[in-house]
C-alpha cells in the first residue's frame, strides 16, 4: 500500500461530511435568524467548516493522485500524507470551536501550519522525483 493510500479514503470521506453537513445546515437555511444571521460570525464559521469538508477532501484526493502517478516514497510521503490528513480534520474542528469561543481563533495555527508543511513537502517531493521544465 502506498503511502498516500488513506489520504485517497479520507478525502472521499471528507467529501461526503460535506454532503452530510451541508444537508444539516440547509435544514436550517431559511431561518434568518439562525446562527446570527447570514452574515453573523457562528453562521460564516458553519459555512467554512463545511466547505472544508470539501475543499480539503479533494486536496487529498489530488495529492493521492499524484503520489500515484509519481510513485515516491519514504519519511517525507508519510510526511505530507499525514500533514494533510491533520490538516483536514484540525479545520472543521477549529471552525466549530471558534464559532463558539471567538477567542481561540489562534487555534487555527494547527491546521494553517499542517497544511503548508504538507504543501512544501508535496513540492520537494515533485522537485525530487520529477523536475520542473527549467529549474535543472
Known amino acids: 500500500m502506498n503511502d498516500a493510500t488513506f ?7 471528507w467529501i461526503l461530511l ?6 444539516a445546515l440547509g435544514i436550517f437555511f431559511a431561518d434568518e435568524k439562525w ?21 480539503l477532501g479533494t486536496v487529498n484526493l ?17 510526511t505530507a500524507s499525514a500533514a ?12 466549530l470551536a471558534v464559532a463558539h469561543f471567538p477567542r ?3 487555534l487555527f495555527v494547527v491546521p494553517v501550519v499542517a497544511l503548508i508543511l504538507a504543501g512544501i ?12 521544465p527549467g529549474l535543472n
Open 7 to 13: 489520504n485517497l479514503w479520507f478525502g472521499w470521506f
Open 18 to 23: 460535506g454532503f452530510i453537513s451541508g444537508t
Open 35 to 55: 446562527l446570527g444571521g447570514y452574515g453573523g460570525f457562528k453562521r460564516r464559521m458553519y459555512r467554512l467548516c463545511h466547505i472544508s469538508f470539501f475543499g
Open 62 to 78: 489530488l495529492f493521492w493522485g499524484t503520489m500515484r502517478l509519481l510513485s515516491p516514497t519514504g519519511p517525507l510521503t508519510a
Open 84 to 95: 494533510f490528513i491533520v490538516g483536514g480534520v484540525a479545520m472543521p474542528i477549529c471552525c
Open 104 to 106: 481561540m481563533h489562534m
Open 121 to 132: 513537502v508535496t513540492l520537494i517531493l515533485l522537485r525530487a522525483v520529477s523536475p520542473a
